[in-house]
């Protein structure tokens, strides 16, 4: 099969690889029909995390089982399933609570709690930018699609990752109705936050970013776009919120976040946060931020720490939620809303490319290049 292959910083290929099968009679192997370029992606594209040369990437996929293993009784051939980045075993003690991004059997290394497709320490399975797919625990991993699937396909391929994790953004927030919510970056995972906040009923809904075509998107989903081209975010929601700052907070770019000169700044984003969140604020933060950063230029971020205001964050007795987002918590459920009209994730999606073209995808993707906005793998065509 053909697949999307790390060779090294800024380089993936597209090559021939043995053929991904079923390895254990609770998988099932799928047919990839959709498969995106996350930012999530670009840590590793970059050369920022510590993933093997070789891995195929890839874990936001959606496709149609082609077989399946002998003690799978809930999936069938034909199903067309969309996967959460997510492997979880379905039976720990955290999978039973809900907490499927954080499974303790899915990760082989025992100081890793959690498991996904094609990323850097989570496992050795492989990513879906390909054209099968090994699905472990595939009942219950599989979220099985209603017969709109094929016709929706670009919404719901959101479910595997970018809709549930902005979704969780504004859980950890504790987002309520009449909510003012303030959300940094206004990516794929940002933009996201935006259409869960607006669906959730939340008051104004504010998107910081540098990238013009990214917060017209975010305008587009009703939220009030905030351009921090000059540094003066926090002043504009501020501004916006008599002085007090906004009721909650999301924090959706990670440890490779930038000042306005374009350099990286890792504390950035959460320091802002905690400055135009209002006292009391809850903030929630799924942007990535790593235990260690070799390749980081900050010495502190080498090791994983950020110079965090953490006086003022007391001060204001706010508090925090962060990590991987739990997407089987959410995806079934967020699927009814597509199904229903009321949720198009697929708004965002600027380019649909066959996987040959992947490399082109990454280039363009990772310059946040005007208009690539969201990238989609098409590996059928
Ligand atoms: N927790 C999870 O489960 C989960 C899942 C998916 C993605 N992620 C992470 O979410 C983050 C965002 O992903 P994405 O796909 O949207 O990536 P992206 O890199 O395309 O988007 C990030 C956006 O943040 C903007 N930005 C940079 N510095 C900023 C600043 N100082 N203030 C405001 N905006 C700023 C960039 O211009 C860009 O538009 C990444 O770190 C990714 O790894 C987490
Ligand atoms: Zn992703
Ligand atoms: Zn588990």
């Known amino acids: 099969m053909k697949a999307v292959v790390y ?15 079923i390895e254990k009679p609770t998988d099932v192997l799928v047919k990839i029909t959709t498969t995106n370029i996350c930012g999530s992606d670009l840590h590793m594209y970059e050369g920022r995390t510590g993933v093997e040369q070789g891995k195929i990437f890839g874990h936001e996929n959606m496709g149609v089982v082609v077989e399946a293993g002998d003690a799978v009784w809930r999936v069938k051939q034909g199903d067309r399933v969309c996967l959460p980045f997510n492997i979880a075993c379905g039976c720990c003690h955290n999978c039973e609570r809900g907490l499927t991004g954080f499974c303790l059997h899915a ?54 990752d970018i809709f549930p994790t902005g979704y969780h953004a504004t859980e950890l927030a504790r987002l309520r109705p009449g909510d003012n919510v303030v959300i940094y970056g206004a990516g794929p995972v940002g933009l996201m936050a935006a259409h869960s906040a607006v669906i959730k009923g939340a008051a104004k809904v504010m998107v910081v970013d540098m990238h013009k075509d990214r917060l017209a998107l975010a305008e587009k989903m009703g939220a009030i776009p905030i351009d921090d081209s000059d540094g003066s975010a926090v002043q504009q929601v501020k501004d916006m919120t008599e002085g007090k700052g906004a009721d909650c907070g999301c924090e959706c770019v990670g440890y490779q976040c930038c000042g306005h000169h374009g350099k990286e700044e890792p504390n950035l984003t959460m320091n802002n946060l905690v400055q135009s969140v209002k006292a009391t604020g809850r903030i929630g933060v799924v942007g990535v931020f790593v235990p260690q950063d070799p390749n980081g230029i900050d010495p502190l971020e080498k090791e994983g720490k950020l110079a965090f205001d953490f006086g003022q964050f007391f001060t204001k007795g706010q508090s925090m939620g962060t990590g991987q987002a739990n997407v089987k918590t959410y995806n079934r459920m967020l699927a009814r809303l597509i199904h229903e009209g009321k949720a198009n994730p697929s708004m965002i999606v600027s380019h649909e490319l066959p996987l040959a073209e992947a490399p082109d995808g990454y280039r363009h993707f990772n310059a946040r290049d005007e208009g690539w906005t969201k990238v989609l793998l098409k590996p059928g065509r």
């Open 107 to 160: 990760n082989p290394d025992p100081e890793m709690a959690g498991a996904a497709y094609g990323y850097a320490n989570m496992g050795p399975y492989a990513g879906g930018q390909a054209d099968l797919l090994r699905v472990p625990w595939a009942d219950f991993n599989c979220l099985i699609l209603p017969e709109d699937a094929e016709e929706k396909e670009n919404d719901y391929v959101m479910l595997s």
């Open 7 to 21: 060779e090294g910083p800024r380089k993936v290929v597209v090559k021939d690889v043995p053929d991904a099968t």
